[in-house]
């Protein structure tokens, strides 16, 4: 998880969050309740045109109605960023150009694969897990960030 630098922290909104499992082919969305601090899965957006991407998300926001939203922030094991980084800071800082809510960044690795294996727990595994995987994946992000919300960065 990221590390905020000294002297400042990350924002603690209250209600409804939104968290995105940025990918270039698929977005997985998940929605959780800061009051009760459990995620859960919502939909996969699908689509590599920008416009349709950003059309899905203002449905979804204006049905939801967020307080924040969470990007999960892809980088290698070891912390360091690659290719997918750049296109999460960019994503967040769309989301949060265009839409004027608080964006918190929060690390992501590891969560592809604590998604498959909570789909495998489930039952649910090969090409089933495939529709279901970004917007469980991105129920672990929001998860990890309402457990640790010290570790969110702000886009």
């Known amino acids: 998880m990221p590390v905020m630098p000294e002297g400042m922290s990350a924002p603690h909104p209250s209600g409804l969050l939104l968290a ?3 990918g270039e082919k698929r977005i997985g969305v998940a929605t959780g309740n800061t009051l009760l601090g459990a995620a859960q899965p919502l939909t ?14 203002a449905k979804l926001l204006a049905e939801w109605q967020p307080a924040a939203l969470v990007v999960g922030l892809p980088c290698h094991e070891d912390g360091t960023p690659h290719q997918l980084t750049a296109l999460c800071r960019r994503f967040a800082n769309r989301l949060k150009g265009r839409y004027k809510l608080p964006v918190i960044l929060v690390d992501e690795r590891y969560t592809s694969a604590a ?3 909570a789909l495998n727990a489930r039952g649910i595994r090969g090409i089933k897990q495939k529709p279901l995987l970004d917007q469980v994946a991105a129920q672990q992000i929001l998860q990890a960030y309402f457990d640790e ?4 960065i702000l886009a």
Do not use: M, N, V
């Open 115 to 117: 998604a498959s294996a």
């Open 149 to 152: 919300p010290r570790t969110g």
């Open 20 to 22: 995105f499992d940025f």
């Open 44 to 57: 996969t957006l699908h689509g590599e045109k920008t416009d349709e991407r950003f059309a899905a998300i």
